[in-house]
């Protein structure tokens, strides 16, 4: 009772403005405090509270994710590991601890086998969020022209061989992480993925309650949002089988 009575009030100043006065990172102190005292519902509130309010980074998922794996809504964690990794892809703590979540989870499925180039491709475009790999090609444009001016203004042959070469080089790397940028923003816009919030649902050969039904999944699950109609997603699963789902059953990441 008490904790529900929480959650109306901090929602209700939210959308009242009220927390705006308060600074995220005093909010997000109170949410530290009451998940290191165990207060795992209050914690996972103030985190909400300030995902309310418009801020989001991958730490603040990431602790909202551990809040709501301490309470057991496996699907929640597995949703906030997820947007901790679209924003860090290299935030290997919510990697590990989304394994952890994804072992409370009924469906096991085993993703076809892909090549070793294609796996490579894909982990490599993964590596980085589009922001990271803005800042890498900014960094490498630079270098770029910084060698550009050594070739220009050097008085000696052999610095301005290397500096010619050098600019070369890094202007190749940044055409090539100009390439990944893109690819990786192509890749985040034409492929949505989603987690399964109802405890189960049924896969259907169509949009429609009264289709058929194809197989059911359960709650935790990622798939991947290919199409939609209406109320209704057009599904895939890791291992590649596709169906119509309701949108209500699931939370786009």
Known sequence: MKNSILILILFWMAGAGWLKAENPNALFAKANSYYSSG????????????????????????????????????????????????????????????????????????????????????????????DQWAVISTVMIWIAFFMALLYLFAGRRNLRVIAFFSSLFFLFLTLFVLFLNIENYRINQNSREAIVFAPNAYVKSEPGHSATDLFIIHEGTKVKVLDAAGQWYRIQLSDDKQGWIPAEAVRVI
């Open 39 to 130: 207060a795992f519902d209050s914690a996972a509130v103030y985190y909400d509270s300030i995902l309310h309010l418009g801020y989001e980074s991958a730490e603040l998922y990431f602790n909202a994710g551990n809040a709501r794996y301490r309470l057991g809504d496996i699907a929640a964690a597995i949703y906030d590991y997820e947007k901790a990794l679209k924003l860090n892809p290299r935030f290997e703590d919510a990697r590990f601890n989304l394994q952890l979540a994804r072992l409370r989870t009924v469906d096991k499925m085993e993703a076809p086998k892909r090549s070793v180039i294609s796996v490579w491709w894909r982990d490599l475009l993964r590596s980085r969020s589009a």
